[in-house]
């Protein structure tokens, strides 16, 4: 058993497929259609490569990407860029609050560590999970990025916990996957996900 747990945010916690629906509606589908495009092929890819290190290189990169995309006016990219990080954009899964809850009940320590370019507290807020947590790490406020271990240490720190007793519950093989470096047990959940249905976070309750 464990006596703390560190959630990854996007695709973990709040879904992230569906957190451009509400621009679609006003920009259109096919701007956004073509903007995933340009940010998830291979050099969108790594164009995003470092940009969560700060708020001000995950802008200049998420911006540069949605303009070429259509080429779209930096008017529109700010628009779509706005639209991303709108805190009532991010939907938690059904059993998100519901996982954190009953951890918090039980006294585990949770908090949420994400490499993210922009502060995520007002989601958690939205959601009512953000004063049961006892730690957000966010790379953006630190300057490092998962896999890199410095963060996973420092979230654990921040628990106040040794990591060995503190376990990851992430959606990335390669980034959440890395916890196992400073000694951290990883659970990492199915790639398949939907904002309509549980993320299998309940599986986290047996373990902690």
């Known amino acids: 058993m464990f006596s703390g747990v560190l959630f990854d945010f996007s695709g973990t916690l709040f879904d992230d497929k ?5 621009a679609r509606a006003t920009l ?21 490569r ?3 290190v700060s708020r001000e290189r995950h802008h200049e990169v998420w911006t540069t990407l949605i303009a070429a ?3 779209h006016s930096s ?3 700010e628009a779509i860029y706005r639209a991303l990080t ?7 899964y059904p059993d998100t609050v519901r996982v954190i809850t009953t951890l918090h009940e039980r006294g585990v320590r949770v ?38 271990p ?28 890395a916890a196992v470096r400073v000694g951290m047990p990883v659970y990492l959940l199915p790639s398949d996900r939907s904002v309509t249905r549980d993320r299998g976070l309940a599986a986290v309750l047996g373990l902690a």
Do not use: Y
């Open 111 to 148: 908090g949420v560590l994400s490499n993210i370019g922009w502060d995520i507290r007002p989601a958690l807020a939205a959601a009512g999970v953000l004063n049961m947590l006892d730690t957000v790490v966010l790379s953006c406020e630190h300057g490092v990025e998962k896999p890199d």
């Open 18 to 22: 569906s957190v451009l629906d509400p």
């Open 150 to 177: 410095a963060l996973f240490t420092l979230a654990c720190d921040q628990l106040g916990l040794p990591p060995g007793s503190v376990l990851f519950v992430g959606d990335d093989p390669a980034k959440d996957g």
């Open 28 to 48: 259109g589908d096919d701007v956004v259609t073509r903007v995933l495009a340009m940010v998830d092929s291979p050099d969108g890819v790594e164009a995003r």
């Open 50 to 52: 470092g940009s969560d």
């Open 69 to 71: 995309a259509g080429p």
């Open 75 to 77: 008017k529109v990219a």
């Open 86 to 92: 709108d805190p009532a954009a991010w939907t938690p």
